[in-house]
Each structure stands twice: as structure tokens, then as C-alpha cells.
């Protein structure tokens, strides 16, 4: 059998393969962060072509976190029915599915505060919130969490030495600055231990004095001493457009690879993955346990099935980013083939 289609177990987790449907923005939830049946159809979709897990996209914890429009959330209580329907489809379709927690920025008295500003007790607001959203992704019948901490969003710029000046216990060395997201993990850990809980970070903030690979291997050494039970390895500024198979697949691999060397904490790694013997490739050669794929399930949401069935070999995906233009950030291209 493939390794990439062998079943996996990891703390609360059993996935059928080691393909992840990575977080991926739909753009397509009310105000208030519920949902309807767009979003019902395109994670059936999705979880019925085989992929082993599916990452939701950004959930937030808060009700009046404006980053961007039309995300879903988990911020109130109200929104668990909506989220109850989700995980039951998927489920129904043998894939398990994780709620992306996160934040875009931290707003107060409707101004937005960056870390530096924040009082200890704003920090214990947003952790609290964090490990709110997790009580409801449980109720609601998610497997897991991910803690978002990458792409600077606000637990990225936290942990970044380029936002985050703090001379207290949140800043000042990366154990000072990562503190915030192991009180989220022991939080969520004491109030739904049955979640696997997993983290996604930048391997870089690509930013000069931001988070450098590094540090980032440093915050995540300390969140494997303190339990995460996974760690989903990007950058910030992602889907490099003109990704060519067997040429620059995997353009996070090389840090993940150090990563998953480093810790016994299973590593997955997202990233510009085009080709299944390179896929394969990754699993056979590296400590590695699980891959991501965004843009080439918008593509092609039956790929793992066509590997699987050995009627791919290569995705279709040609990293053109029209996707991020698109109604539902759907593949313009599968739009068209869908239509004739």
C-alpha cells in the first residue's frame, strides 16, 4: 500500500491517510459567522474525496474580530448548530475535520491594540477566548483544534520579535513570547481533553527582525515540551504561484524536515505539494507524518481518490492564484470544465 494512504493514529486523532485538506479560506459566512448550505456543499465535497482530514478555514473566537469579511466563527454559542451540521457531514463521509481557532487582530473599546499595548489581563481575555471557541469546536463535534499562529494574524504577530517589544513575561525571549500559546494548549487541554490540538506557525515571517527559522524552531520545541500534539508547518506570505512538479514542490519541506527531526511531535507540512511520487517521497525520507494540500483540492477535490485509484499522478493545479479572485474562492478553471 502507498504511505500516503496508510492509516495514521496521533493523541485523539485516527486518520484513514496522511492527506490534509490545509485550512483554506471560502469567504462565505454570515456577518455573525454561521453558515448555510454553500459552505454545507463545498465540504462535502471535499470530504468525500478521500482526503484523510479536513482543516477548516479561519474560525474566530471573537465576535467583533473585523480582520477580514465573511469568516465563520466560534465565538458564541449560537453558532454550535451550525457547526454540529458541518462535522456530521463530514463525518458521514469517513474524514475527520479540526477547527482552525484564531484571531485577526485584538480589538478594545473598538480600537485595534497590538500586542505591546495589551494589558495582562487583554492577554487573558483573548487566551480565554481561545479556549472557549475549543469547548464549543467539541460540543459541536470536531475532532480537534488548530491554534492559528501563523500568516500574522494576531498569535503570529505576538510571537514575532517584530510586533512583540513586551519587557514582561510576554516578551522580551521566545519562551516569554510563546507563553500565550501554551496557556491556550493547557487551557483547552484541562476543559476538552479528548480534542487533539494542533498549531499552525510560520517557519518564517520573512520579515527582516520578524520570526526567523530559528526561533521558530525554538517556540516549537517549547510547545512540544508542553504537549501540542501537532505542529503544521507554513510562512507567512503563502501559495507561491508557479509551482512546477519535480522543480519547487514543497517549498516548506526543508524547514518541516529539521522540524520533525528535532521533536517527537508529529509534523505536518503545507506548501506548493503537486506530485504524489514526491509525496511519497517526503513520507519515505523524512520523519514527516502528514502533508496539506490547499489550492489542488480547489482544483480537483477528488485527487486523493484519483491517486488512491492510480488515475493521477500529478494534480491539475497550475498555482495561477485565481482562486483568491473567485466567488467561494473556487478554481476558475474547474468553474468552466463544469460547465460545458
Not at 486518520?15 to 454570515?30: C, D, F, P, Q, Y
Not at 471573537?62 to 466560534?74: A, K, P, Q
Not at 493547557?186 to 520570526?211: M, V, W
Request: charge should be neutral.
Amino acid at each position: 500500500m502507498s504511505k500516503i494512504f496508510e492509516p495514521i493514529e496521533l493523541n485523539n486523532l485516527k486518520l484513514k491517510n496522511r492527506l490534509v485538506r490545509s485550512a483554506t479560506w471560502e469567504g462565505i459566512a454570515k456577518p455573525d459567522g454561521s453558515i448555510g448550505n454553500n459552505m454545507y456543499q463545498i465540504y462535502d465535497e471535499v470530504s468525500t474525496g478521500g482526503i484523510g482530514l479536513i482543516i477548516t478555514s479561519f474560525m474566530s473566537i471573537s465576535d467583533n474580530d473585523s480582520d477580514f469579511v465573511d469568516i465563520m466563527r466560534l465565538s458564541n454559542d449560537g453558532l454550535i448548530p451550525y457547526y454540529k451540521k458541518l462535522t456530521d457531514i463530514v463525518h458521514n463521509n469517513n474524514c475527520a475535520i479540526i477547527a482552525q481557532i484564531a484571531l485577526g487582530k485584538y480589538y478594545k473599546n473598538g480600537k485595534h491594540i497590538e500586542p505591546d499595548e495589551m494589558s495582562v489581563d487583554d492577554i487573558k481575555e483573548v487566551t480565554n477566548e481561545f479556549i472557549s471557541a475549543a469547548k464549543r469546536a467539541e460540543i459541536a463535534g470536531f475532532d480537534g483544534v488548530q491554534i492559528h499562529a501563523a500568516h500574522f494574524f494576531f498569535l503570529s504577530r505576538f510571537i514575532s520579535p517584530l510586533v512583540n517589544h513586551r519587557t514582561d513575561n510576554y516578551g522580551g525571549n521566545s519562551e516569554n513570547r510563546s507563553r500565550i500559546l501554551v496557556e491556550i494548549i493547557q487551557g483547552i487541554r484541562k476543559i476538552a481533553p479528548n480534542l487533539h490540538i494542533t498549531t499552525k506557525i510560520n517557519s518564517s515571517d520573512f520579515q527582516y527582525g520578524g520570526l526567523d527559522e530559528k526561533e521558530s524552531l525554538e517556540i516549537c520545541k517549547i510547545l512540544s515540551k508542553y504537549g501540542i500534539d501537532s505542529i503544521e508547518v507554513s510562512g507567512n506570505g503563502t501559495s507561491v504561484p508557479g509551482i512546477k512538479p519535480h522543480k519547487n514542490e514543497g517549498y516548506f519541506v526543508p524547514f518541516a524536515k529539521k522540524l520533525a527531526d528535532t521533536v517527537e511531535t508529529p509534523v505536518i507540512v503545507v506548501g506548493g505539494l503537486r506530485s504524489k511520487d514526491t509525496m511519497e517521497s517526503i513520507l519515505n525520507t523524512t520523519n514527516i507524518k502528514l502533508l496539506s494540500l490547499s489550492r489542488p483540492l480547489l482544483r480537483e477535490p477528488d485527487l486523493p481518490n484519483k491517486f488512491f485509484d492510480n488515475k493521477s499522478e500529478i494534480s491539475k493545479c497550475v498555482s495561477c492564484n485565481a482562486c483568491y479572485n473567485s466567488f467561494e474562492h473556487r478554481c476558475p478553471i474547474r468553474q468552466r470544465e463544469l460547465q460545458k
